[in-house]
């Protein structure tokens, strides 16, 4: 390689790296921070809406007296009777209570007559945390109720209960452990190429916008190099810092992952030296693609602010296709691996719900993203030879 290009690219990395709070900001919240994070709120969240599920259900009701036969099997469950009396609605907007259950005076000559007696609920769907676990419990013992009662009715009758399911459903699910650890893991393929994006986020406006605000782009074009070799130096530099992010972001993952709660929900992912040597060599090109689009945003800003401001758009260049594909099916086709990000995730999702990925998809991820990427380099470099935009105001 030119003497000059790395003389330049060492350059801008070590002027990188001296800078705390682009080291801050681009690899520690990235590429560490946020995997921590969202381990420690899985495990928090899993583990609070499993000691909702165990403990002991707590029922507040409202016209106790109403069903004695109702109260005396919700007994025989364990479950603890909080008597009510009030605005059931209030109670739930104020979050007084997370359900309360309304017996009216009619279920008792109801029940007796063989009419579906009626028992209001009051919840909130859309409550947040573990609230939704008390309310499918409360449900789900009144079904079983039901349920029973109906059954007992039949035989008092003379009739079986057989004649209520006219057909039966006996389920297959395929679904493996792994599939299902893919499922909670969906933000993972935007997590890894968010990483990467910001990995030369910073370096890409700093080279390019920063040296145009601070002034210091004539006098650095005054050295006896070529533009097109000053260009491919930053380049490099800010290219290896998406591969550092990237590379980052994947071994905290690595190393965080034996501490999701996946055993205990029946869940695996696969991590494995193969796996991770597939994601490396998938998402290495986009690193290009994302440094050199960086560098031609940037070069259009007229200061450190605006590039800043124009770059952080190019985030929703990733979370069109993670957001896509978290929300649709799609069944890969080999076509589709030639359309960089969209692959990446692709392979990603493929990875972790541990079914093979083909050489094929996996060489036509690499050679778009970096016939892409390349294209992108080149258009870059003919932009640094424009004087009106290397030194406008």
């Given at each position: 390689m030119?003497?000059q290009i790395?003389?330049?690219t060492?350059k801008?990395?070590?002027?990188n790296?001296?800078?705390r709070?682009?080291?801050?900001?681009?690899?520690?919240m990235?590429a560490?921070?946020?995997p921590?994070?969202?381990?420690v709120?899985?495990?928090y969240?899993?583990?609070?809406?499993?000691d909702?599920?165990?403990?002991?259900l707590?029922?507040?009701?409202?016209?106790i007296?109403?069903?004695?036969?109702?109260?005396?099997?919700?007994k025989?469950?364990?479950?603890?009777?909080k008597?009510?009396?009030?605005?059931?609605?209030?109670?739930?907007?104020t979050?007084a209570?997370?359900a309360v259950i309304?017996?009216p005076e009619?279920f008792?000559?109801?029940?007796?007559e063989?009419?579906?007696?009626?028992i209001?609920?009051?919840?909130d769907?859309?409550?947040k945390?573990a609230?939704?676990v008390?309310q499918?419990?409360?449900?789900?013992?009144?079904r079983?109720?039901s349920r029973?009662?109906g059954?007992s009715?039949?035989?008092?009758?003379?009739?079986?209960?057989?004649?209520?399911?006219a057909?039966?459903?006996e389920?297959?699910?395929v679904?493996t452990?792994?599939?299902?650890?893919?499922q909670l893991?969906?933000?993972l393929?935007?997590?890894?190429?968010?990483g990467?994006?910001m990995?030369s986020?910073?370096?890409a406006?700093?080279t390019?916008?920063g040296?145009?605000e601070?002034n210091?782009?004539e006098?650095l074009l005054?050295?006896?190099?070529?533009?097109s070799?000053l260009?491919?130096g930053k380049l490099?530099?800010t290219?290896?810092?998406g591969l550092m992010?990237m590379?980052i972001?994947l071994?905290?993952?690595?190393?965080?992952m034996?501490f999701?709660p996946?055993?205990?929900?029946?869940?695996t992912?696969n991590?494995?030296?193969?796996?991770?040597?597939?994601?490396t060599?998938?998402?290495?090109?986009l690193?290009v693609?994302a440094?050199s689009?960086q560098?031609?945003?940037?070069t259009?800003?007229k200061s450190?602010?605006e590039?800043q401001t124009?770059?952080?758009?190019?985030?929703f260049?990733?979370?069109?296709?993670?957001?896509?594909?978290?929300?649709?099916?799609?069944?890969?086709?080999l076509?589709?691996?030639?359309i960089?990000v969209?692959?990446?995730?692709?392979?990603?999702?493929q990875?972790?719900?541990?079914?093979p990925?083909t050489?094929i998809s996996i060489?036509?991820?690499?050679v778009?993203s970096?016939?892409?990427?390349i294209i992108f380099?080149l258009?870059?470099?003919?932009?640094?030879?424009?004087?009106s935009?290397l030194?406008?105001n």
């Amino acid at each position: 390689m030119n003497n000059q290009i790395i003389t330049v690219t060492k350059k801008e990395i070590i002027d990188n790296v001296r800078d705390r709070k682009t080291l801050i900001s681009s690899i520690f919240m990235g590429a560490i921070f946020m995997p921590i994070i969202f381990v420690v709120m899985m495990n928090y969240i899993i583990g609070m809406q499993q000691d909702k599920a165990e403990s002991q259900l707590e029922m507040t009701i409202m016209g106790i007296e109403n069903a004695e036969s109702f109260i005396s099997f919700i007994k025989t469950k364990d479950v603890k009777i909080k008597e009510f009396s009030g605005n059931a609605k209030q109670a739930i907007e104020t979050k007084a209570e997370e359900a309360v259950i309304i017996i009216p005076e009619s279920f008792a000559e109801d029940f007796s007559e063989g009419i579906p007696a009626k028992i209001e609920i009051y919840y909130d769907a859309t409550a947040k945390g573990a609230v939704n676990v008390t309310q499918r419990r409360i449900k789900s013992l009144i079904r079983e109720y039901s349920r029973i009662i109906g059954l007992s009715r039949l035989q008092l009758r003379g009739i079986s209960p057989i004649i209520l399911n006219a057909v039966f459903v006996e389920d297959h699910d395929v679904s493996t452990a792994q599939s299902k650890g893919a499922q909670l893991m969906t933000f993972l393929p935007y997590a890894l190429i968010l990483g990467l994006f910001m990995g030369s986020m910073y370096l890409a406006i700093d080279t390019m916008a920063g040296e145009k605000e601070r002034n210091s782009l004539e006098s650095l074009l005054l050295n006896p190099i070529k533009r097109s070799h000053l260009l491919i130096g930053k380049l490099f530099a800010t290219i290896s810092f998406g591969l550092m992010t990237m590379t980052i972001t994947l071994i905290t993952f690595k190393l965080v992952m034996p501490f999701m709660p996946l055993e205990e929900l029946g869940m695996t992912l696969n991590l494995g030296f193969k796996n991770i040597t597939i994601l490396t060599l998938v998402l290495a090109p986009l690193a290009v693609l994302a440094g050199s689009l960086q560098t031609i945003v940037a070069t259009f800003s007229k200061s450190f602010k605006e590039a800043q401001t124009y770059v952080n758009l190019l985030i929703f260049v990733p979370m069109i296709p993670s957001m896509a594909l978290m929300l649709m099916p799609v069944k890969e086709k080999l076509w589709m691996m030639s359309i960089p990000v969209l692959s990446q995730n692709l392979v990603i999702n493929q990875i972790m719900r541990g079914e093979p990925v083909t050489i094929i998809s996996i060489i036509v991820t690499i050679v778009s993203s970096l016939v892409v990427g390349i294209i992108f380099a080149l258009a870059a470099i003919k932009l640094y030879n424009r004087e009106s935009l290397l030194f406008s105001n």
